[in-house]
């Protein structure tokens, strides 16, 4: 019986892939990965963002939907959802349903996300990535809250 193989933000395991060039290293999470078991992922950059890029945050819309921005008003929305789409796809080939994303991300954040003030504050909510597997029935996890138990 083969184990099962779940999904974690590159930044997380050293990959510097996150907006500013660098990344969130979190070195519990690379056993995980040196194990086979663990896929490292960064919807940012599979929906075509270089690295690194302008910082995003997500505003609420007049209808109330998700708008993705830079501090610039750039909307870099479709890039989100490209790569959000492609993550679930990638859990849907890998019969993935448990992943670790970067907390508080416009794409991985999970529970908690920046304001889109770009003042540093948080607001409850979810990053586009986190929102799509969640309704997808994936459990999502991040660097705060996940332990090795719930990967087992």
């Known amino acids: ?5 779940y999904l974690v933000s590159a930044c997380l395991i050293g990959i510097n892939c996150r907006y500013n060039g660098g990344s969130s290293r979190i070195p519990e999470l690379e056993s995980l990965v ?3 078991r663990m896929i ?11 690295t690194p890029r302008k910082a995003c945050e997500i505003v609420s819309q007049d209808d109330g939907s998700p708008k993705v921005v830079t501090k610039d008003g750039i909307d870099c929305s479709q890039e989100f959802l490209i790569g959000a789409q ?22 991985c954040g999970c529970g908690l996300i920046y304001d889109g003030t770009f003042s540093g504050k948080l607001r409850e909510g979810n990053g586009l ?3 799509l597997l969640i309704e997808n029935g994936i459990e999502v996890y ?7 138990s719930d990967f087992i």
């Not at 019986?1 to 193989?5: G, R, Y």
């Not at 490292?40 to 270089?50: D, Q, R, Y």
């Not at 019969?95 to 794409?107: E, G, H, Q, T, Y």
């Not at 991040?142 to 090795?148: G, P």
């Open 1 to 5: 019986m083969s184990q099962k193989i």
């Open 34 to 36: 040196d194990s086979g």
């Open 40 to 50: 490292p992922i960064c919807p940012e950059v599979l929906g075509g963002l270089s």
């Open 86 to 107: 492609k993550v679930l796809k990638i859990c849907k080939v890998c019969d993935v349903d448990k992943v670790i994303l970067k907390a508080n991300s416009p794409s």
């Open 129 to 131: 990535t986190s929102q």
């Open 142 to 148: 991040n660097e705060n809250n996940w332990s090795s």
